[in-house]
């Protein structure tokens, strides 16, 4: 074992000598800025488009992204096997405890969680939370139930078998749909919980965002939980749901933009907040705030600069691509706490030079 | 001439369900590959193009961009694996013909017995914990270092066994011409089977082209082009996968695009490798 | 090296023995310790998957394998129902395997004028080339969408008063996951099965032949019973195959951890649970209950692999 290790040891020491650069000189112009994150397929659209819209202003900066889920995002960067990690479902206390170092959560865009399903001729559906509890806990297991004809007395239900689709990887999209079903739920939240790898009752398991959007896509008579993006991108019909001031809406930009808006005057100031069964007649009520985690601290000064100033980048410029893509801007009085946040990021003890300075 | 006996005529018509239920089995066995061959066949075709070839993955959810970096990814992470297996089970091979008729060498082959048939998955996590944890990061070389291993056992049993077939009269000749035993291995008697060594490194080379589960959590995946050994790689399989289980159809076409250049590679290897066999022998 | 009378020849034939000596000890001591390389990276393996399941192991003892509870969140691991997963999977894969394996291999070994043998043997190593990952591709887009609209409809219309085809035809479940596993593991075995058959001595069969049997019967009394153990291990090799399968029973299994006597139901193998889980496992001990899943699958392909090369070994050495 140790002689394995020491010649492989010495072959990535190798390897690494060779290749690697950047910190070694800080003077000297060095090569391209490489940064690994892994994380969340909640934002994987919106995180790709803007690595790749990054790279045209920045073509020395290239940022590849991994969508594993968030709970894969979290785990990396606690291992610092990837420089910056996603989810969207906050870190919990536990979570931060195990990580070497501080770790900040900045809050990149809000999506929506939508129920998308996939049934021959029905392309509206209207749901309450008893409704889509009742779907996932495997209590209403025939599309023409009269308890979803109730809602949707236009729409010709046909008798067909529900077949879920869920997420078989620890994945924050799970933890935003959990925990909403958690609170309008008290059977849910006793039978299931609420977190990012949680039992369902039924249904098919598939990985990421992705996974779950094929799955639906594929099986005629399927229903699941996926981010926006995946089933507008797809073609995937979703349901409107019945928020808590009893309205009924739909998952559009705005309507996640006033999910956000109740949880802004009680911002925590790590950015760690649920906005998910927002008060408010316009809230979307299974909304979410997806996370990049970084360290507080970054280990590489040249990185973690260019870091900083691809997030300062996307808080602001990045913005402007959100909206086809069927995300939600940031908050603008957010935006400025965001700022301030990524100015205390600090490399050695050191502030970074000022993201947003030159070339931002 | 009499006609056949009862017992007789019922022992034919068993001979020849027999053998009718033979060729049964033999076309259910095909018919899989077939379907599977004419699937890829027809959807790749429809979907090579010359920027399936040249191009960079596009942004999710657009249409376009291709694999090029899964396609040099894919190569280089098998070369690596041959930098890895190779000259171990190579070298390994020949201990075990030329000294290993011992307690040692049966230990030896044991060993690559089982390590042959040990999941590609388990060697996965195995790598993570060996490589990528200790160096901190994803990397093309713990990859490699996955591949290699799959690779070495393989490699270890076909030199074995060609090197065995070497006649003992060329070793002899030689050694008669006071050769040192060792250059008289490595010159005569390794140049003679190479070709059935190639045959061997051919076939674990197609078998390491097509893994994708140790890949998974050692070589990760790259959306750009990296030709680093300490960065994480693309490789083909993995890009399959990843397509396969999305939603997007453009990507399900670039994954049967993907799936004919892999079949493809591995079918020549395997007919590569046959030709070589047979070549040998028809002499 | 021609060597000369005289002490100066004496001397340097001395030497030039002395230095072969030296030469030979250092490449058998080299090559040794590349055949090593093999042996430790075994034994490596193993020490490490136990220390990494030690938390596990130490948490859960036996119990693991018997309690079927998988919750990250309460922190409660169970792998019952992956290992019936496997096992059911693979299990079902033999069945369909083997008598299409043994129908491949009689048919190749004994039965097959010569130009049917090539291409026939040749399609057959084709099927154990094609990576596993095109297999689950193949699967997601062929053969589970015939599955659910071909096969297990008329399965449930025929036979559905069995627990066996119970629920809704979905495609993916344990039925594509058995399916695929047969199709990957037939290679396997029939080509064992078929080097195990070749080494049945020709006198035996040619005296049947001669005592007037007919083909199949020259097969069933003369190749069969002396071939039968290795014919087993061939089995337990295919076996041992498809129970570490990960990709192609991945893609089309359903990946649900439930225990059902249903074929139709989805379904979670043991090393589906890690090829899904293994990076994003943030608890140590979701991280450990992970590995211990790998080593038992490492253990137990190990002990079916011994107990399949004892067997093909012994058949094949005897007739040598």
Request: with cysteine.
């Amino acid at each position: 074992m140790k002689r394995l290790f020491c010649l492989l040891a010495a072959v990535a020491a190798a390897a690494a000598g060779c290749k690697k650069e950047d910190g070694a000189a800080p003077a000297a112009p060095a090569g391209p800025i490489e940064l690994q994150g892994a994380g969340a397929t909640f934002p994987y659209p919106l995180y790709s488009k803007w690595v790749s819209e990054y790279q045209k202003i920045h073509p020395d900066v290239r940022i590849n992204y991994q969508s594993i889920g968030s709970g894969g995002g979290i785990r990396q960067v606690t291992e610092r096997t990837v420089d910056f990690g996603a989810s969207d479902a906050p870190m919990t206390d536990a979570e931060l405890q195990k990580a070497p170092g501080k770790l900040v959560h900045i809050p990149t865009t809000l999506g929506a969680v939508v129920v998308a399903f996939n049934l021959q001729g029905v392309t509206a559906l209207e749901l309450t939370p008893e409704l889509v509890a009742g779907i996932f806990l495997g209590q209403i297991t025939r599309w023409n139930d009269p308890k979803l004809a109730a809602p949707n007395p236009g729409a010709k239900l046909p008798d067909t078998a529900i077949t879920v689709a869920y997420r078989s990887d620890g994945s924050g999209t799970t933890a935003v749909f959990t925990d909403y079903l958690a609170k309008v739920s008290p059977a849910w939240k006793e039978k299931v919980g609420a977190g990012k790898s949680v039992k369902f009752p039924v249904g098919l398991g598939a990985k990421g965002n992705e996974g779950v959007a094929g799955q639906i896509k594929t099986s005629p008579g399927s229903v699941g939980y996926v981010e926006l993006a995946y089933a507008r991108q797809n073609n995937l019909p979703y349901a409107t749901l019945k928020n808590k001031a009893g309205k009924v809406v739909a998952p559009e930009l705005a309507a996640v933009s006033a999910a956000a808006e109740g949880a802004l005057a009680s911002m925590p100031d790590d950015f760690r907040v649920s906005i998910t069964d927002a008060e408010g007649d316009a809230a979307y009520p299974i909304s979410s705030f997806t996370y990049i985690l970084v360290y507080q601290d970054q280990q590489d000064a040249r990185k973690g600069a260019a870091l900083a100033s691809f997030l300062w980048w996307a808080i602001h410029d990045g913005q402007k691509f959100e909206a086809d893509l069927f995300y939600a801007p940031l908050p603008a009085e957010l935006v400025t706490k965001v700022e301030a946040k990524l100015k205390t990021l600090t490399s050695g003890g050191k502030p970074l030079p000022a993201p947003g300075g030159a070339g931002g | 001439m009499s006609a056949p006996s009862e017992p007789y005529l019922r022992r034919r018509i068993v001979d020849v369900a027999a053998r009718g239920l033979c060729v049964l089995m033999t076309v259910l066995a095909i018919l899989p590959l077939l379907s599977l061959l004419g699937y890829v066949l027809k959807q790749g075709l429809g979907a090579l193009s010359w920027s399936f070839f040249t191009e960079l993955p596009r942004p999710v959810g657009e249409v376009g961009g291709g694999m090029a970096n899964a396609l040099a990814g894919s190569a280089i992470l098998v070369g690596l694996a041959c930098a890895i297996g190779m000259p171990v089970g190579i070298l390994a091979g020949v201990y075990l013909a030329e000294f290993g008729k011992n307690r040692f060498g049966n230990a030896v082959r044991f060993c690559a017995d089982v390590l042959s048939g040990v999941p590609s998955i388990a060697v996965g996590v195995f790598v993570y914990t060996l490589v990528v944890l200790t160096m901190r990061r994803f990397s093309a070389l713990a990859g490699g270092v996955a591949l290699g291993i799959l690779m070495l056992p393989t490699v270890t049993r076909t030199t074995e066994e060609l090197v065995r077939l070497v006649p003992d009269t060329l070793r002899e000749a030689a050694l008669a011409l006071g050769v040192p035993k060792w250059r008289a291995i490595l010159r005569v008697v390794l140049r003679t089977a190479l070709p059935g060594i190639a045959t061997g490194m051919m076939l674990a080379v197609a078998r390491a082209a097509g893994e994708t589960a140790p890949l998974l959590f050692t070589a990760f995946n790259n959306r750009f082009w990296s030709a680093s050994l300490d960065k994480p790689m693309a490789s083909l399989p993995v890009q399959i996968f990843t397509y396969a289980v999305s939603p997007y159809d453009d990507w399900h076409r670039q994954a049967w695009a993907a799936a004919l250049v892999l079949v493809a590679a591995v079918l020549v290897l395997n007919v590569a490798a046959r030709l070589v066999v047979y070549g040998r022998t028809a002499r | 090296m021609a060597a000369s009378t005289g002490q100066a020849g004496a001397d340097a034939q001395a030497a030039v023995a002395v230095e072969v000596n030296l030469g030979d000890r250092l490449f058998r001591w080299g090559t040794a310790a590349f055949a090593a390389g093999g042996v430790i990276t075994l034994g490596a393996m193993a020490v490490e998957m136990v220390r990494a399941s030690a938390l596990s192991l130490s948490h859960f003892g036996p119990g693991f394998v018997t309690s079927t509870d998988w919750d990250p969140v309460r922190e409660l691991y169970g792998a019952l129902p992956y290992i019936y997963g496997t096992l059911v999977s693979s299990l079902l894969a033999l069945l369909i395997a083997v008598p299409v394996s043994l129908g491949v291999a009689i048919l190749l070994s004994e039965l097959a004028p010569p130009w049917l043998l090539r291409p026939v043997s040749f399609l057959v190593e084709l099927l154990a080339a094609v990576p596993s990952v095109i297999f689950g591709l193949w699967g997601v887009f062929v053969l589970t969408p015939w599955l659910r609209e071909s096969v297990q409809p008329p399965l449930q219309s025929a036979l559905g008063f069995l627990p066996f085809f119970k629920g809704t035809p979905r495609g993916f479940g344990l039925m594509a996951g058995g399916l695929i596993l047969a199709i990957m593991i037939l290679p396997t075995i029939s080509s064992v099965s078929r080097e195990v058959m070749r080494a049945v001595p020709s006198t035996l069969r040619e005296g049947a032949l001669a005592l007037g049997a007919t083909r199949w019967e020259m097969v069933r009394t003369a190749v069969l019973p002396y071939a039968r153990s290795g014919i087993v291990g061939a089995i337990i090799l295919g076996l041992g195959r498809a129970l570490g399968e990960t990709m192609a029973v991945t893609m089309v299994i359903g990946n649900r951890a439930e225990i059902s006597a249903s074929l139709f139901a989805p379904s979670y193998t043991m090393a589906s649970v890690i090829a899904n889980e293994f990076t994003e496992a943030t608890g140590d001990l979701h991280l450990s209950a992970l590995s211990e899943v790998a080593l038992l699958l490492f253990l137990v392909t190990v002990a079916l692999n011994i107990v399949a090369r004892l067997l093909v070994w012994r058949v094949s050495r005897v007739s040598r």
